[in-house]
T-cell receptor, first 119, second 117 residues
Framework: DAGITQSPRHKVTETGTPVTLRCHQT?????MYWYRQDPGHGLRLIHY???????DKGEVSDGYSVSRSKTEDFLLTLESATSSQTSVYFC??????????????????FGPGTRLTVL | AQKVTQAQTEISVVEKEDVTLDCVYE???????LFWYKQPPSGELVFLIR??????QNEISGRYSWNFQKSTSSFNFTITASQVVDSAVYFC??????????????FGTGTQLKVEL
């Protein structure tokens, strides 16, 4: 199993409070991702990182920010949590395959998830 | 824009029955990859298979098989002789490369499979 941990695993917070979720990997993979999972939507990409200090937005990035100061850590921050951000959050990692011509080949390995409830 | 449709929200079968999970996708890319992931009740996501768009050979792995048909933009997943341990949510996903490397997975909404004794 890929070495990916997420913390906390569960969190309950109140509307308007800041929340930071952490993803930690021991695989030295270059690419890291944050997804959210909601009923009826599957998983949707929030932000991703293609290297230390290199990040970009996904399809549902409003209300979220990320930071990556080390290869192994990718932080997701909700500056002011809202009830619509109640969800299960998954971190994922991937690495380039030197034998593939496209990075679309890369499988992503997922962390165990964080269940966030915003009251 | 990429899109993945899993029209079956929930399927219930009796153990030992065969079951097929449907996946239909939309993309403008001529070369792409498709994935299936399994999410058991414990919640983690488990990679099952990757398939590229230029290889239409069916793939079999034990009781699992996948049928990729580019002409109908489908990538269906069949479980033969289902078992209770197969009970899970199954996701189909379409991969899109990012310019800086890495890739975005566009997931379908998932199919909940329940296998009963």
């Amino acid at each position: 199993d890929a070495g990916i941990t997420q913390s906390p695993r569960h969190k309950v917070t109140e509307t308007g409070t800041p929340v930071t979720l952490r993803c930690h990997q021991t695989e030295n993979h270059r690419y890291m991702y944050w997804y959210r999972q909601d009923p009826g939507h599957g998983l949707r990409l929030i932000h991703y990182s293609y290297g230390v200090k290199d990040t970009d937005k996904g399809e549902v990035s409003d209300g979220y920010s990320v930071s990556r100061s080390k290869t192994e850590d990718f932080l997701l921050t909700l500056e002011s949590a809202t009830s619509s951000q109640t969800s299960v959050y998954f971190c994922a990692i991937s690495e380039l395959n030197p034998f593939s011509f496209s990075s679309s080949y890369n499988e992503q390995f997922f962390g165990p998830g964080t269940r966030l409830t915003v009251l | 824009a990429q899109k993945v449709t899993q029209a079956q929200t929930e399927i219930s079968v009796v153990e030992k029955e065969d079951v097929t999970l449907d996946c239909v996708y939309e993309t403008r890319d001529t070369t792409y990859y498709l994935f299936w992931y399994k999410q058991p009740p414990s919640g983690e996501l488990v990679f099952l298979i990757r398939r590229n768009s230029f290889d239409e050979q069916n793939e079999i792995s034990g009781r699992y098989s996948w049928n990729f048909q580019k002409s109908t933009s489908s990538f269906n997943f069949t479980i033969t002789a289902s078992q209770v341990v197969d009970s899970a949510v199954y996701f189909c996903a379409l991969s899109e490369a990012f310019e800086g490397g890495g890739n975005k997975l566009t997931f379908g909404t998932g199919t909940q499979l329940k296998v009963e004794l």
